[in-house]
T-cell receptor, first 113, second 115 residues
Framework: AQTVTQSQPEMSVQEAETVTLSCTYD???????LFWYKQPPSRQMILVIR??????QNATENRFSVNFQKAAKSFSLKISDSQLGDAAMYFC??????????FGTGTRLQVFP | GAGVSQSPSNKVTEKGKDVELRCDPI?????LYWYRQRLGQGLEFLIY????????KSGLPSDRFSAERTGESVSTLTIQRTQQEDSAVYLC?????????????FGPGTRLTVT
């Protein structure tokens, strides 16, 4: 069975600085998708970024980028120029081609002015 | 357009009572998912529906949990004889179809508290 591990329960960053959130996963599949979701206090899950496993190029969305290491089964999220609005729970998630999402336990990110 | 909606937003019930949670997916989305999020934890998959196919119920924790979906519209998650360990936020999501290519859009969730 696939598993997703987030080893950092909490992280903090100064406004305008850069922070990296870690995620590792375990799977025997070769094709799959990886995601980072943001969950603010409103509970609404918001997709931040996604990565297709067959793509070697790391995904980027504005200030958010990933470091996808397929052989190491690692998928970290880098947030550049952190903003107060980035404060939230961040969940890493795995999904095979046609199946449900499997989530990690989350990392709470605090952003200090 | 409208996103995924869920009702009620919050529900407090006594142990042993039955509860129904409702999810209205985005119009045209054939896939619908239910997840449970216990306090301080990630999301656990419960069940998903894809069009007229048989649902994947592999995540339902016990036979007290069931869900229905009418065609490609509303879904109801029912918990019978609620227990305190059922207290959690129940999140619903929908996507165009089951393929991982399509983003899952989440509703705001229903916070269930069993006293």
């Amino acid at each position: 069975a696939q598993t997703v591990t987030q080893s950092q329960p909490e992280m903090s960053v100064q406004e305008a600085e850069t922070v990296t959130l870690s995620c590792t996963y375990d799977t025997s599949e070769s094709d799959y998708y990886l995601f980072w979701y943001k969950q603010p206090p409103s509970r609404q899950m918001i997709l931040v970024i996604r990565q297709e496993a067959y793509k070697q190029q790391n995904a980027t969305e504005n200030r958010f980028s990933v470091n996808f290491q397929k052989a190491a089964k690692s998928f970290s999220l880098k947030i550049s120029d952190s903003q107060l609005g980035d404060a939230a729970m961040y969940f890493c998630a795995y999904r095979s081609i046609t199946d449900k999402l499997i989530f990690g336990t989350g990392t709470r990110l605090q952003v200090f002015p | 357009g409208a996103g995924v909606s869920q009702s009620p937003s919050n529900k407090v019930t006594e142990k042993g009572k039955d509860v129904e949670l409702r999810c209205d997916p985005i119009s045209g989305h054939t896939a619908l998912y239910w997840y449970r999020q216990r306090l301080g934890q990630g999301l656990e998959f419960l069940i998903y529906f894809q069009g007229n196919s048989a649902p994947d119920k592999s995540g339902l924790p016990s036979d007290r949990f069931s869900a229905e979906r009418t065609g490609e519209s509303v879904s109801t998650l029912t918990i019978q004889r609620t227990q305190q360990e059922d207290s959690a936020v129940y999140l619903c999501a929908s996507s165009l179809d089951i393929s991982g290519y399509y983003e899952q859009y989440f509703g705001p969730g229903t916070r269930l508290t069993v006293t």
